[in-house]
């Protein structure tokens, strides 16, 4: 089952503030985000583990809640480098399936 | 250290021939993904292997295939091509145990004309 993104689409201005949520139908093991810019492949942001460990990157964080089977990326102080489309995946039996992902504009 | 290599990036195909794509991860990964990528469909997981073994696999028709070697490299082979399958095709890479993330490849963009 593909998890599920909200918002489809955000614009912001250089500097503001965004979230970036995902959700699932199924319990999950993990949740990983993926940055990926036009024509290029997804890059690898950050794991979050069952039992809250995270991994990944120093300047984007993310929570994990298990009950509810969401996670959420939080974007702070958005720079221009930010623009590009976000992922979530959920991982089960070796299978990392992706939401539809969000399109990320942060304009100066 | 290399990334993941995927050949060729770019293909050209005629409707109802085969195509073969490669995926090289980097040295040490035992599992490959592979995955195919379209504006209207985003990324849909295909196959994924580990070890020669194909682990998972996902609702794709069966000319949809892959192999995985004993040095890792993978290859997914598509057969009696259609229009429908002009896509991204990205391989991702990833420890035995995937808690550092996937490595993605840069690509193969397949057009069947």
């Known amino acids: 089952q593909q998890p599920v993104q909200s918002p489809q689409a955000v614009i912001l201005r250089e500097g503001e503030d965004a979230v970036i949520n995902c959700s699932s139908s199924?319990?999950?093991?993990?949740v990983h985000w993926y940055r990926q810019k036009h024509g290029e492949a997804p890059v690898f942001l950050m794991i979050?583990?069952?039992?809250?460990e995270q991994k990944g990157h120093e300047k984007i964080s993310a929570s994990f809640n298990e009950k509810k089977q969401q996670s959420s990326l939080y974007l702070t102080a958005s720079q221009l480098s930010y623009s590009g489309t976000y992922f979530c995946?959920?991982?089960?039996?070796?299978?990392?399936?992706f939401g539809e992902g969000t399109q990320l504009t942060v304009n100066p | 250290k290399a990334g993941v290599t995927q050949t060729p990036r770019y293909l050209i195909k005629t409707r109802g021939q085969q195509v073969t794509l490669s995926c090289s991860p980097i040295?040490?990964?035992?599992?490959v993904s592979w995955y195919q990528q379209t504006p209207g469909q985003g990324l849909q997981f295909l196959f994924e292997?580990?070890?020669?073994?194909?682990?998972n696999k996902g609702n794709f028709p069966g000319r949809f295939s892959g192999r995985q070697f004993s040095n890792s490299r993978s290859e997914m082979n598509v057969s009696t091509l259609e229009l429908g399958d002009s896509a991204l095709y990205l391989c991702?890479?990833?420890?035995?145990?995937?808690?550092?993330?996937?490595?993605f490849g840069s690509g193969t963009r397949l057009t069947v004309v």
């Open positions: 995946g959920t991982e089960s039996a070796s299978r990392l399936t």
């Open positions: 292997y580990f070890s020669e073994t194909q682990r």
């Open positions: 199924k319990a999950l093991y993990s």
């Open positions: 040295s040490g990964h035992r599992s």
């Open positions: 991702a890479s990833s420890s035995s145990t995937v808690t550092y993330g996937y490595t």
């Open positions: 979050l583990l069952k039992g809250g």
